[in-house]
C-alpha cells in the first residue's frame, strides 16, 4: 500500500472550501484513496462528508494511501495540493 504523510497546508483545515478542492481532485484521479488523521481510521478521500468529518486543522497530519495502480502519481499529486494548500486545483490534477 502507498502512503504519504503530509501536513494540512490550509490555515483553516480541511473545512468548506479546501474540502471541496481536495475531494474534487481525489474525484479526478481515478484512483480509490483514502485519508485519515495520523491516529485515526481511514475515510474515502472522494467523499465530501466523510473529509469534513475528519475535522482536520490547518497544520495536522494526514495520511494520505492507496493500493491501487498508479497510486504513487495520484498520492503525490494530493500530498502537494494538501500541503501547498492550493486554493485552485492544479491542471496536473
Do not use: Y
Not at 49 to 66: H, K, P, R, T
Request: glycine letters at 10%; proline letters at 4%.
Amino acid at each position: 500500500m502507498a502512503e504519504r504523510r503530509v501536513n494540512v497546508g490550509w490555515a483553516e483545515g480541511l473545512h468548506a472550501r479546501p474540502a471541496s478542492i481536495f475531494v474534487r481532485a481525489a474525484t479526478a484521479t481515478g484512483v480509490p484513496v483514502t485519508i485519515a488523521k495520523a491516529d485515526g481510521s481511514p475515510v474515502n478521500a472522494a467523499s465530501m462528508l466523510a473529509v469534513l468529518g475528519l475535522g482536520a486543522q490547518g497544520g495536522e497530519e494526514i495520511v494520505l494511501a492507496s493500493d491501487a495502480a498508479g497510486a504513487d502519481v495520484a498520492l503525490d499529486r494530493l500530498a502537494k495540493l494538501v500541503a501547498e494548500g492550493l486554493e485552485e486545483l492544479p491542471e496536473t490534477v
